[in-house]
């Protein structure tokens, strides 16, 4: 069964920094997106920054310049640097994968899998 777990996050004082991690497993064929996406209460769940598996990236503007993701495919690990946070990137942050499994004899169709989510607070 694919799971992705997230591990960093907590308590942050404003401008300084964190690092959250992701690693999937399972019985895992190949990864191909990986992403972060962060939550706020009443909010919907918004793309923070994803990783193509040849290392393309995109970030959402407010996070520009201040956070960095990264990969390590063979670890089917995604990173998150977080740099000079505020106040406004307090959230639940849920690591995303796109990937496809072995599934019996075969392979499982593409499929997207979502971690359960690691808190970020920013206090000034």
């Known amino acids: 069964q694919v799971q992705l777990v997230e591990s960093g996050g907590g308590s942050v004082r404003a401008g300084g920094s964190t690092r959250l991690s992701c690693t999937a497993s399972?019985?895992?064929?190949?990864?191909?997106?990986m992403a972060w996406y962060r939550q706020t209460p009443g909010n919907e769940r918004e793309l923070v920054a994803s990783?193509?598996?040849?290392?393309?990236?995109q970030y959402s503007d407010s996070v520009k310049g201040r956070f960095t993701i990264s990969r390590n495919n063979f670890r089917n690990a995604v990173y998150l640097q977080m740099n000079n946070l505020d106040s406004e990137d307090t959230g639940t942050y849920y690591c995303?994968?796109?990937?496809?499994?072995?599934?019996?004899?075969?392979?499982?169709?593409?499929?997207?899998?979502w971690g359960r989510g690691t808190q970020v607070t920013v206090s000034s």
């Open positions: 995303y994968g796109n990937l496809q499994a072995y599934a019996g004899s075969g392979l499982s169709p593409v499929t997207d899998y």
């Open positions: 399972g019985n895992i064929f190949g990864v191909h997106k």
């Open positions: 990783i193509t598996t040849d290392g393309t990236t």
